[in-house]
């Protein structure tokens, strides 16, 4: 069980962006301040990174499906976060 670890590239391509992340207004899901950046496992059309911005509340309730299809997620310090559980007591993301 478990998701494989991110590769070295996307590793590299989420710790660069994650100023982007810290400075963003708005998630791509809603109005709210993303909290965490998701990797999508597919690349565009022009081989670079699929890239979401997800609030708490949007991240908590997709995460199962995100693991599932195999997208990784990092946090604003641009480190990956963990597939498996989310800590209850980060319902301060809330
Ligand atoms: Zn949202």
């Known amino acids: 069980m478990g998701a494989p ?10 710790h660069a962006r994650r100023m982007a992340l810290a400075r963003a207004d708005r998630s791509c899901c809603c109005p709210a301040k993303p909290v965490v ?8 059309a022009q081989g670079e990174p699929i890239e979401l911005f997800l609030c708490g509340h949007h991240y908590r309730v997709s995460r199962r499906r995100l693991a599932e299809i195999g997208a990784v997620v990092f946090d604003g310090d ?12 980060v319902g301060a993301f809330a």
């Open 37 to 44: 950046m998701t990797i999508m496992p597919m690349a565009s």
């Open 78 to 89: 641009g480190l990956p976060l963990p597939v498996d559980p989310w800590p209850v007591e």
């Open 5 to 14: 670890d991110p590769s070295p590239e996307i590793t590299a391509y989420a």
